[in-house]
């Protein structure tokens, strides 16, 4: 950058010590053993209690991913009501809530509802209290089983009740039978029209010149 007119000398820092103060990440190994740890004891200090939270299968943004679903923050007020949960009571047994997600679509609705409904068939509730059991705990003998390990126990929730997307457009269009034979290459025929009125002119130049030459060949 070249100086002009009588302003003030530039204070250019190329000397600066940057040396001592570059972030070297050589404890990565101890952190990931640390972090393992971490939630090893998280696992124990939880149990039998899974360490992630039920969320629910929500549509991912944008026309690009829409075709996705993925986990989502918390169920809305409707799907906990629809499900016959009470919104206080959804966070005490591990359903995550989302007050401010709301349902654009009934089949969002009927799904979520259902995951609710199965997780809590599957929900073995302890009291909070021993011997003193209240409404919608789980019996004694189930408490007993599962605290003597009787009854498998899932320890991460995103196993227990996975959320799973279309492999492949083969299997997302398999389940459509009202596409005829005609439409399955509409894309290919469309593209085939387009090239074809592109070119027509070049075309028929091409066959006219052609013609001229075999009128005078005759001659």
């Given at each position: 950058?070249t100086i002009k007119h009588n302003q003030q000398i530039q204070h250019?820092?190329?000397?600066?010590?940057?040396?001592?103060?570059?972030?070297?990440?050589?404890?990565?190994?101890?952190?990931?053993?640390?972090?393992?740890?971490?939630?090893?004891?998280?696992?124990?200090?939880?149990?039998?209690?899974?360490?992630?939270?039920?969320?629910?299968?929500?549509?991912?943004?944008?026309?690009?991913?829409?075709?996705?679903?993925?986990?989502?923050?918390?169920?809305?007020?409707?799907?906990?009501?629809?499900?016959?949960?009470?919104?206080?009571?959804?966070?005490?047994?591990?359903?995550?809530?989302?007050?401010?997600?709301?349902?654009?679509?009934?089949?969002?609705?009927?799904?979520?509802?259902?995951?609710?409904?199965?997780?809590?068939?599957?929900?073995?509730?302890?009291?909070?209290?021993?011997?003193?059991?209240?409404?919608?705990?789980?019996?004694?003998?189930e408490v007993k089983k599962a605290q003597k390990g009787e009854i498998?126990?899932?320890?991460?929730?995103?196993?227990?009740?996975?959320?799973?997307?279309?492999?492949?457009?083969?299997?997302?269009?398999?389940?459509?039978?009202?596409?005829?034979?005609?439409?399955?290459?509409?894309?290919?025929?469309?593209?085939?029209?387009?090239?074809?009125?592109?070119?027509?002119?070049?075309?028929?130049?091409?066959?006219?010149a052609k013609a001229e030459e075999a009128q005078a060949a005759k001659?």
């Open positions: 950058m250019n820092h190329f000397r600066k010590d940057w040396q001592r103060r570059v972030r070297c990440h050589f404890d990565q190994p101890g952190r990931k053993l640390r972090r393992r740890n971490a939630r090893v004891a998280k696992a124990v200090a939880v149990a039998p209690r899974p360490v992630d939270k039920l969320r629910p299968i929500v549509r991912c943004p944008t026309i690009k991913y829409n075709r996705r679903v993925r986990a989502g923050r918390g169920f809305t007020f409707t799907e906990l009501k629809e499900a016959g949960i009470p919104r206080k009571f959804a966070r005490t047994i591990g359903i995550s809530v989302d007050p401010r997600r709301q349902n654009l679509s009934e089949e969002s609705l009927a799904i979520n509802v259902e995951r609710l409904k199965s997780y809590q068939a599957r929900l073995i509730l302890f009291p909070r209290r021993a011997g003193q059991p209240k409404k919608g705990d789980a019996p004694a003998e498998e126990v899932a320890r991460h929730l995103q196993n227990a009740q996975p959320i799973k997307n279309v492999t492949s457009i083969e299997d997302a269009f398999s389940e459509r039978k009202d596409i005829g034979e005609g439409e399955k290459d509409a894309y290919r025929r469309l593209r085939d029209a387009r090239s074809e009125a592109r070119l027509v002119g070049v075309r028929e130049k091409r066959a006219k001659k």
